[in-house]
């Protein structure tokens, strides 16, 4: 975490989700929230590219997946 960016990095998407529920917990302790728009997802995956991944989320809002990011 630097500023206001982060980077969240799990082996599973449920190890993911648990930890965006850390976040949105010290977040909401501290008054603070989570910008959905500005928020990317990146799912590195064994599948094809039609493989599903059961939509993320932060704040109650559907994160969209990324391709690519420039971090």
Not at 28 to 45: G, P, S
Not at 49 to 58: A, G, R, T, Y
């Amino acid at each position: 975490c630097y500023a206001d960016v982060m980077v969240l990095l799990s082996p599973s998407i449920k190890g993911l989700r648990k930890l965006i529920k850390l976040c949105e917990v010290y977040a909401q302790d501290h008054n603070m929230t989570y910008n959905a728009k500005k928020t990317e997802l990146m799912v590195f995956k064994r599948g094809g590219p039609d493989e599903k991944v059961l939509p993320i989320k932060i704040n109650g809002t559907t994160l969209i997946q990324a391709h690519k990011v420039k971090y």
